[in-house]
Antibody, heavy 121, light 109 residues
Framework: EVQLLESGGGLTQPGGSLRLSCAAS????????MSWVRQAPGKGLEPVSV????????HYADSVKGRFTMSRDNSKNIVYLQMNSLRGEDSAIYYC??????????????WGQGTMVTVSS | EIELTQSPGTLSLSPGERATLSCRAS???????LAWYQQKPGQAPRLLIY???SRATGIPDRFSGSGSGTDFTLTISRLEPEDFAVYYC??????????FGPGTKVDIK
């Protein structure tokens, strides 16, 4: 059974940093691209970033480019999202999602339960 | 960037009725790169349809997808109580970063 377990969310002040983790199990981690998708309270789904199966290629939404960095450790089956210079509009539930392909990105067939990030003074 | 619009914003129906949800793209999307998700309150999204018309694993056959070019449709043939939720379309034709539509809420009439 595929499992994705996010952690690392919490409350931080504007300008602060957080690092999210997503621990994956139940599938061949090195064979699939992974993504982060966020959802502000009461709002729709917003793509954040995607990383190829190898970890060589990453892409970001314009809203987070230059502030967020996605990475993966294929020896530990974990993906990360380092979030710097956080803003109020970054407040959301952050979901880790497993792609159906190695690359390019495709549909997401498994999702974690999400971790909440709140940016507020 | 390809933008997706979904209509209607809310669809009020009764159990047993047929639901037809629309997703329109701002430019042509290869049909193999169009997906639909269901999201219930407090839960993560769940993949229903990929490649515009292929059901994901474990998805009941009352869910079907169709369409091509810029117009796509998700149909629920007979609504079950557990189908009342928000539905999102997603395109990944304009890789590398995908986009989602704003969602259609299907609620009980």
């Amino acid at each position: 059974e595929v499992q994705l377990l996010e952690s690392g969310g919490g409350l931080t002040q504007p300008g602060g940093s957080l690092r999210l983790s997503c621990a994956a199990s139940g599938f061949t981690f090195t064979a699939y691209a992974m993504s982060w998708v966020r959802q502000a309270p009461g709002k729709g789904l917003e793509p954040v970033s995607v990383i190829s199966a190898s970890g060589v290629t990453t892409h970001y939404a314009d809203s987070v480019k230059g502030r967020f960095t996605m990475s993966r450790d294929n020896s530990k089956n974990i993906v990360y999202l380092q979030m710097n210079s956080l803003r109020g509009e970054d407040s959301a539930i952050y979901y880790c999602a497993k792609d159906t392909h190695m690359w390019p990105p495709d549909a997401f067939d498994s999702w974690g339960q999400g971790t909440m990030v709140t940016v507020s003074s | 960037e390809i933008e997706l619009t979904q209509s209607p914003g809310t669809l009020s129906l009764s159990p047993g009725e047929r639901a037809t949800l629309s997703c329109r793209a701002s430019q042509s999307v290869s049909s193999i790169y169009l997906a639909w998700y269901q999201q219930k309150p407090g839960q993560a999204p769940r993949l229903l349809i990929y490649g515009a018309s292929s059901r994901a694993t474990g998805i009941p056959d009352r869910f079907s997808g169709s369409g091509s070019g810029t117009d796509f449709t998700l149909t629920i043939s007979r609504l079950e109580p557990e189908d009342f939720a928000v539905y999102y379309c997603q395109q990944y034709s304009n890789s590398p970063l995908f986009t989602f539509g704003p969602g259609t809420k299907v609620d009980i009439k």
